[in-house]
C-alpha cells in the first residue's frame, strides 16, 4: 500500500540522507528505505508535535498573561510542537457545555494570534472537548440517533469554537478562531464483555455529521480530531484494529491515548509503547488486516501519540510511564516501520504530543514539569 505525506517523508529523508542516501533519491518513504542501509533512529524527525493544555488556559487571566508568552515562545523554538489541543470544557447531559467554562477563551486566542504575527509562526489550535459516554453516570451523553440525542447540540458546540461570526459563536470578537476540534468522549472502546460496538459507531457517525454540519456551515478548512483509546481489545477502555481503521477515514487526526498502561517498569511501558503505536498505525493503514480489502485511507489523516505527564493514579507510575521511556518506545516503533519495505503504516505518523500542560513549574503535582517531562521529550524525543 502507498501514501504520502510529505512532512513525514521530508523527516525520514534527512535521517537517511545522513545514512547515504543521495538527494535524488525516490520520494516514498519505502523506496528510500529500499535503497539505502536501514536506519537506527528516527529521533529528531518529527518537528511538528502538539501539546494537550490545562483549563486554566479558557478560564484565568492572569494565568493566561503569565504563561502563555513563555509556553509558545518555547513550544515554538524549543521543543518543536504547532499544535495545542485545549481544555475547553465537558459537555453535560443536556448536550451543551456547561455555562461559564471559558470565560477568557477570547484572551487566549488573541494571545495566541498576537505571537503568531510577531514572530511568524502558526499554531494549529483545537478546543478540546470531553464527555462521558458511560450510562452509568449522571453526566452521560447519548450520541446515538434514537430519541433525545444529544448529537445536534454537540455539534453546535464544536462550530461555535471555530469561528468568530457563527451565530452563536462563542469568539466573537476574537482576533483569531480555534483551527478545529477535538472529541475527546470515553469510554469509546467496546462495551462490556459482549465487545458491543454501539459506542464507537455512534461516536464514528457523529463525527461524520459534524464534518457535513461544517461545511454545509462554511467551516469545511476547519479540522476535527478523535482522542483515541490505546490499542487493544476486550475493554470499553481500548480500541481493536477495526475501530482505528474506520475512524481514520472519517476525521483529520487522531490522538492516541498512549498512557494509563498499568507498567510496573520503565522497560516495560517502552516496549509497551512500541507495541501500541506500530499496531494502531497498521490499524490506521490497513496493513494490520493483510486481505487486500482494506485499502488505506484517502483522507490523509494524522496520527499522535501522547506521552505521560501527570500525577500517579492506579494504572500510571510517572517513575516508569513517562516521556523518556515513552519516547524510546514509540522511536523503536517508528524506526522499525521504516525499515520496513512492505509497510508504509509510518507515513500516518504526525508526531508525539505531551498530556498535559499547566504552568511548567517543578512542583511533583504539576503536570509536564520544564525540568522532567519536558527535558526528556526534548533530549529523547527531538534528540536535542
Known amino acids: 500500500m502507498r501514501t504520502q505525506h510529505s512532512a513525514v517523508v521530508l523527516g525520514v529523508c534527512a535521517a537517511l540522507l545522513a545514512a547515504g542516501c543521495g538527494p535524488d533519491a525516490p520520494a516514498g518513504v519505502g523506496e528510500l528505505a529500499r535503497s539505502s542501509r536501514a536506519i537506527t533512529s528516527v529521533v529528531g524527525n518529527y518537528t511538528a508535535n502538539g501539546t494537550w493544555l490545562s483549563h486554566a488556559y479558557v478560564t484565568t487571566a492572569s494565568f493566561i498573561d503569565a ?169 470499553r477502555w481500548k480500541w481493536p484494529t477495526r475501530y482505528f481503521y474506520y475512524m481514520a477515514k472519517y476525521v483529520n487526526v487522531l490522538a492516541v491515548m498512549t498512557y494509563n498502561s498499568g507498567s510496573t517498569s520503565g522497560p516495560a511501558y517502552q516496549s509497551w509503547m512500541q507495541s501500541n503505536a506500530t499496531s494502531a498505525l497498521r490499524a490506521v493503514s490497513g496493513e494490520a488486516y493483510s486481505d487486500g480489502n482494506h485499502p488505506p485511507p484517502t483522507n490523509n489523516p494524522r496520527v499522535y501519540f501522547g506521552f505521560a505527564a501527570y500525577p500517579a493514579n492506579s494504572v500510571h507510575d510517572p517513575a516508569f510511564e513517562n516521556t523518556k521511556y515513552g519516547a524510546w518506545g514509540l522511536d523503536a516503533a517508528i524506526t522499525a516501520l521504516v525499515n520496513d519495505p512492505s509497510d508504509d503504516s509510518e507515513n500516518y505518523m504526525a508526531g508525539a504530543y505531551m498530556y498535559l500542560h499547566a504552568d511548567g513549574d517543578s512542583a511533583p503535582e504539576t503536570y509536564a514539569r520544564w525540568d522532567t517531562d519536558w527535558y526528556w521529550f526534548y533530549e529523547h524525543w527531538l534528540g536535542k
Open 67 to 235: 504563561n502563555t508568552p513563555t509556553l509558545l515562545q518555547k513550544m515554538s523554538e524549543s521543543y518543536d510542537v504547532d499544535t495545542l489541543y485545549v481544555n475547553v470544557g465537558a459537555i453535560t447531559s443536556s448536550g451543551r457545555l456547561q455555562s461559564g467554562t471559558y470565560p477568557q477563551v477570547v484572551r487566549f486566542l488573541d494571545a495566541v494570534h498576537a505571537y503568531e504575527v510577531a514572530h511568524g509562526v502558526t499554531f494549529k489550535v483545537f478546543a478540546a472537548l470531553s464527555g462521558n459516554l458511560d450510562p452509568a453516570v449522571p453526566e452521560y451523553i447519548e450520541i446515538g440517533t434514537g430519541p433525545g440525542n444529544d448529537r445536534a447540540m454537540i455539534i453546535d458546540e464544536a462550530k461555535r469554537f471555530c469561528s468568530t461570526t457563527i451565530s452563536g459563536s462563542y469568539l466573537v470578537g476574537a482576533d483569531r478562531a480555534f483551527d478545529g476540534v477535538m472529541i475527546d468522549f470515553e469510554p469509546s472502546g467496546p462495551r462490556d464483555e459482549a465487545m458491543d460496538d454501539t459506542n464507537f459507531n455512534n461516536l464514528k457517525t457523529l463525527m461524520q455529521d459534524m464534518r457535513n454540519a461544517f461545511n454545509a456551515a462554511g467551516l469545511g478548512s476547519r479540522q476535527l480530531g478523535v482522542a483515541a483509546h490505546r490499542y487493544g481489545d476486550g475493554s
